[in-house]
């Protein structure tokens, strides 16, 4: 019998439910105390959380309103994935025809 090991690690976990949850609102932002209650946490590790976000250039906080939110950095990264989709849509579209224009069968 294999015995699996568990890596979960709960403040990466946290972090990762902390940016998904940060998507919900890539303009306004959201206070540290309402995103501390989203997540469950205190306050205190939702400073230190954002404060790693930041240094990972994925957050900012905006000092005129006291609002944390998403950089571009990870927004940036989903276009290119849509793009990536849609040169692969465009493949798959051109081997169909080539397939069809081929009529040895």
Known sequence: MTRQTDYTNAAQQRLIRLV???FGDIVNGYTPGALARDIGCSA??????????????????????GRWRLTPRLPQQAVKVYAALGRAETRLAETKAAIHRNNDY
């Open 44 to 65: 205190t590790v939702m400073t230190r959380d954002l404060d790693n976000l930041r240094t990972a250039g994925i957050a900012e906080f905006d000092e005129t309103d």
């Open 20 to 22: 998904l949850l940060m």
